[in-house]
């Protein structure tokens, strides 16, 4: 009998980890070969690939780097062990953080790690272990030292022994949350795992709602460490210009004798409203859900793309800009103590 293992997923090419760490492919591979942090799975064709684990270290180890420590002084440290020294760092008067890890995901059944590999893209959010077993079939040994924030298990059929099992399953694994998906149940099963606060959906599950449940349960990590709307969740790019920049902005004209900064600026300032709002707008359900974050992501990129056409717009006439935002701070600071 072939040995039953866990599958890591997602898996990165070192493109992606390049991008997402904002070092370069090349550094990427020297660090690999002379301090060993490199991706740690294999492909069933020999290609490496870096886990969600290995992302996450090598993401601590830049942070480090970046603010002052020596990469050969911590390549060999543990993740606990820079995460403690990124506290300790202080910057811009306040201490470092560690990045949050992604909530961790166990993932059981032949038949749903089949239909995952096909739509990845419910995977983002989370760090994934796939068990590509049957229920019944999973050595529980292979799971005895893992704990995960959520069980996903396949249970083409809905009975006792098989809900005793997963229930088994999910106290090993410390799981906060189970998400069912299942072929044959009746509605006496349905109850009974309602009753439980377990989740479930038919097979094939519809991609946007488990996507949603499984972002739920970063949503539900993040949220318990104080985070508590949308916008604190989806990531999205910083913003460029401030209220006063965007004011200055708005009173120039184009080299082309046109009112191009002053309309750019009012989109800007409408972009940045509207996100503000989507990203505190209540949902209900997972539709919902899967709507706002949309809005709130494509608002977010537009915003982006916006502050791009106004850097470029501004891009030779830099001494023309800070005098009109010198002015512009000087008028509002007299409104604000007039008022």
């Not at 090419?13 to 294999?42: C, Q």
């Not at 942070?63 to 506290?87: C, D, F, P, Q």
């Not at 965007?246 to 009112?259: G, H, I, Q, T, V």
């Not at 830099?318 to 509002?332: C, D, I, P, S, W």
Request: proline share 4%.
């Amino acid at each position: 009998m072939e040995a039953q293992v866990l599958e890591p997923r997602p898996l990165y090419g070192i493109g992606t980890v390049a991008r997402l760490t904002g070092l370069k492919p090349d550094t990427l591979r020297v660090w690999e070969r002379r301090y060993g942090l490199g991706a740690s799975h294999k492909s069933a064709t020999g290609r490496r690939q870096y886990t969600q684990a290995d992302l996450e270290h090598l993401q601590l180890v830049s942070t480090l780097v970046k603010n002052g420590s020596r990469i050969g002084e911590i390549a060999a440290s543990e993740r606990k062990t820079l995460e403690m020294l990124l506290r300790g760092q202080p910057r811009n008067g306040q201490k470092s953080t560690a990045p949050a890890g992604k909530p961790r995901v166990m993932v059981v059944g032949d038949r749903l790690c089949d239909w995952l590999d096909d739509h990845q893209g419910c995977l983002t959010s989370v760090d994934a272990q796939l068990a590509r077993v049957p229920l019944s079939e999973l050595d529980q040994s292979l799971i005895e030292d893992e704990s995960a924030d959520m069980l996903l298990v396949d249970c083409p059929t809905l009975n006792t022994s098989q809900v005793a099992r997963l229930t088994e399953i999910a106290t090993g694994l410390s799981a906060q949350r189970v998400v069912v998906v299942y072929q044959f149940g009746n509605e006496r099963w349905m109850e009974e795992l309602e009753s439980r606060d377990i989740v479930t959906t038919a097979f094939p599950p519809d991609p946007a709602f488990l996507a949603f449940e499984l972002s739920r349960g970063a949503a539900d990590k993040t949220v318990s460490m104080g985070e508590t709307n949308l916008g604190e969740l989806i990531e999205s790019k910083p913003r460029q210009f401030n209220e006063n920049e965007l004011s200055a902005a708005r009173n120039l004209k184009s080299a082309l004798d046109c009112e191009c900064p002053k309309h750019i600026a009012d989109l800007i300032r409408a972009l940045n409203h509207f996100e503000d709002y989507s990203s505190s707008c209540s949902v209900e359900n997972w539709h919902d859900a899967a709507v706002h974050a949309c809005i709130y992501t494509y608002t977010a990129q537009a915003r982006h793309l916006m502050e791009k056409a106004m850097q470029a717009v501004l891009e030779e006439r830099g001494q023309e800009f800070a005098e009109a935002l010198a002015k512009t701070m000087v008028r509002n600071g007299a409104s604000k103590n007039a008022a």
